[in-house]
Structures are given as structure tokens and as C-alpha cells.
């Protein structure tokens, strides 16, 4: 190990950057290997030089990845033995079927007062850990405010909310691609369950990346969301269900679809997703900021009529869009490019298309991205 003939500072902001990798993306498919190649990256940067190294194994120990039972035991031993707990704000548990969280039980059982960002990937919870650990409100889980589950596995609902519950502190929640062994709930016993802990009274944005586990959102997720992202949303009649009675501060709400597909024909009587969205709010006024993304194939215009609507009524109420949405000060309609298909047929969506379904007095606040 030789001296880094590059300046310290260099050095530094070189190590610093990937650990600011940490935001995962939404095209990401394979957390694993993103926050595998990270980590990697760490530890050839501890072995460069001696200059290099202090910093990175800190920041290593800033936002550890653990991939296995060995990892696992090496970080919760190395957890113990710092001087200054304060240094770990971020933990990556990366199963991959690799890692028992059943064994998990000393790590969550230290105390790391700045713990705030907690991520699940391939996690196995039907078999570990026990879930009164999880109920056991540990100073462990006190100070996470972001938490991520990725691709993990659910014995239940219930057993799924036991690990969002234990962090009570949250503020920022992100689940895709999770699945659940038993579809079977009582939505009497959830929503008693959530009247009784009155969980996620701190959570103000919360992102599903898949339609599955979106039932009883409103009450299992508190009443404090003000931003909301969804992904994979299959048609209105979903969002309809999804926000009706709930969310009542919600003041963001993005909506995203990429799959890449011909729509049917939607006929007039068929609501879109804007006004799904306009209809379900109890009180009108209160949505500052929609973004609506899918494909878009400009042929008939049958993606955008999915989006917007065909026409400027709104099915089921009388009032008109302008008046349920009001208060409104951002409404953005975006795309993805469509593979097989020119980008002057399949770029984005049709603006021209929009802004006559739209009213005028929306114009203004209208926005194109592609």
C-alpha cells in the first residue's frame, strides 16, 4: 500500500460520492448488485493507500451492506466495539438467500441513536426474524425515517406490518416487488389493529412500486401522507379504490406505468386516471402536484385518453375537473420512449391532444416531459 499522489481532498469527494448512491433508483431491477458494486468500490478505495483508507472503511461503517450470516456477525461484532456508535446512519440487509435475519437478533438489539435509513432486499420474513422482536418497540428501529423493502417475502399482511409498525419514527416508506405467502387478511382485525397502535403518525411520503399490497393503504399507512408514489398502476378503477376515504393530506401524488403495450379502446364512460384522482378527494382543492407517466403510442391517442380522459366531464360527479382540482399548481403528463416504435410516433405523449380535453383555465399550470 503506497501514498495517492492525488490530493486528499480529491480522495475524499471521490468516497463520498458513492456513498451518495445510496437513493435508489426507480429503473433499478437488481438492487443487490447496485449496492454490491458500491460497497465494492469502498473496499478498493481502503486499499489504494494509507490515505484512502481511514475514509472509506467509515464510510463503510456509515452505510454497511450485509449479504450474509458472515457479514452479519462481522458488522454487529464491529457495531459493539465502536467508540462512536453515532457513525452508522444507514444499514443495506441484503438476504439474497444467503443471510438469516433469524440470527439477526444482535444486531437489532444494539442501540444506534442515528440509524436513519433501513433497507430489507430478498428478505425472507416468513422465516426470520421472530416477529415479537419487531413488536418489541427496540431502540434499534426508533430512529430509522426512511425505510425500504425490496423484493422481500411476507408470511401475511399482518406480518409485513409488524416490520413497517417497528419503525415508528418513520417518515419516508418504499416497497416494490413484494409478495405476501397468504393473500388471506381480515381487513376487520388490520383496521382494528391500526385504530388500537395508530401507527406511521409521522409518514408523509410513501411509495408502492407494485399494486398488490395497496389494500387498506389509507388506514394501514396513517393519515399524514402529503406525497404518494405509485408505480404499475393498472387502470383508474385501482386509483379509485386505492384513495378513496383516504390520504386526506395529500398534496403530491405521481403516478407511474412503463409497461410497453396497445391499449384496448377506451370508451367515454371509461375514467382515466385524472379524473379517478379528482373524484376521489372528499374535499376538493387539497392536491397541489399530479405527475401522470406511462408509454405512450400516439396512434388514436389511446394512452393519452387513459391519462387525461377523452372529454372534460368527470364520470360520477357533477362538478368540473377545474373545480375539483383547484388548488392545483402543477399538473405534469410525461412518457417513456417505446421500444419498436419511431420516436415521432412513440416518444411522449400527444400535448396537442391534451390541451383539448383539458380546460383552459389549466393551462397554465400544465407541463410536458418526456
Not at 403510442?297 to 383547484?326: D, F, I
Request: proline content about 5%; charged content about 20%.
Amino acid at each position: 500500500m503506497e501514498s495517492c499522489r492525488l490530493p486528499l481532498e480529491l480522495c475524499e469527494e471521490v468516497m463520498n460520492a458513492l456513498l451518495k448512491r445510496h437513493e435508489l433508483p426507480l429503473d433499478i431491477t437488481t438492487p443487490s448488485r447496485y449496492w454490491f458494486h458500491q460497497q465494492q468500490a469502498l473496499c478498493a478505495c481502503a486499499l489504494t493507500c494509507r490515505a484512502w483508507r481511514v475514509r472509506a472503511q467509515h464510510l463503510l461503517l456509515k452505510f454497511p451492506h450485509i449479504r450474509n450470516s458472515q457479514c452479519l456477525a462481522s458488522v454487529t461484532t464491529a457495531i459493539q466495539q465502536l467508540r462512536d456508535i453515532s457513525i452508522v446512519h444507514g444499514l443495506v440487509l441484503d438476504s439474497d438467500g444467503m443471510l438469516d435475519l433469524s440470527t439477526a437478533g444482535g444486531l437489532f438489539m444494539s442501540a444506534l441513536p442515528h440509524l436513519q435509513h433501513l433497507t430489507y432486499v430478498n428478505t425472507r420474513f416468513d422465516r426470520g426474524p421472530p416477529l415479537r422482536l419487531l413488536r418489541m418497540r427496540l431502540p434499534f428501529f426508533a430512529g430509522i425515517t426512511v425505510l425500504r423493502l425490496h423484493l422481500c417475502t411476507f408470511q401475511s399482511l399482518r406480518s409485513m406490518l409488524d416490520v413497517v409498525w417497528a419503525c415508528r419514527n418513520v417518515v419516508s416508506f418504499h416497497m416494490r416487488g413484494c409478495t405476501l405467502q397468504t393473500q388471506r387478511h381480515s381487513p376487520a382485525a388490520i383496521k382494528a389493529a391500526c385504530e388500537h397502535l395508530r401507527p406511521c403518525q409521522k409518514l408523509t411520503r410513501l411509495e408502492f412500486l407494485q399494486v398488490g399490497l395497496t389494500t387498506l393503504a389509507g388506514s394501514m399507512f396513517g393519515a399524514a401522507v402529503t406525497e404518494l408514489v405509485i408505480a404499475k398502476a393498472r387502470n383508474a378503477e385501482f386509483l379509485s379504490n386505492l384513495l378513496a376515504k383516504s390520504f386526506p393530506a395529500l398534496r403530491s401524488i405521481t403516478v407511474i406505468d412503463m409497461r410497453d403495450e396497445r391499449l384496448p379502446y377506451m370508451d367515454n364512460n371509461t375514467p382515466s386516471w385524472l379524473h379517478a384522482i379528482a373524484a376521489s378527494r372528499a374535499v376538493p382543492g387539497g392536491l397541489k402536484k399530479i405527475v401522470l407517466r406511462r408509454h405512450h403510442v400516439l396512434k388514436y391517442n389511446k394512452c393519452c385518453r387513459e391519462v387525461v380522459g377523452s372529454s372534460m366531464a368527470v364520470v360520477g360527479t357533477s362538478k368540473p375537473l377545474s373545480e375539483l382540482l383547484s388548488g392545483l399548481e402543477e399538473l405534469t403528463i410525461g412518457g417513456f420512449p417505446v421500444q419498436g416504435v419511431s420516436k415521432t410516433k412513440g416518444k411522449s405523449c400527444n400535448p396537442a391532444y391534451i390541451k383539448l380535453v383539458i380546460p383552459t383555465t389549466m393551462h397554465t399550470i400544465l407541463r410536458f416531459e418526456n
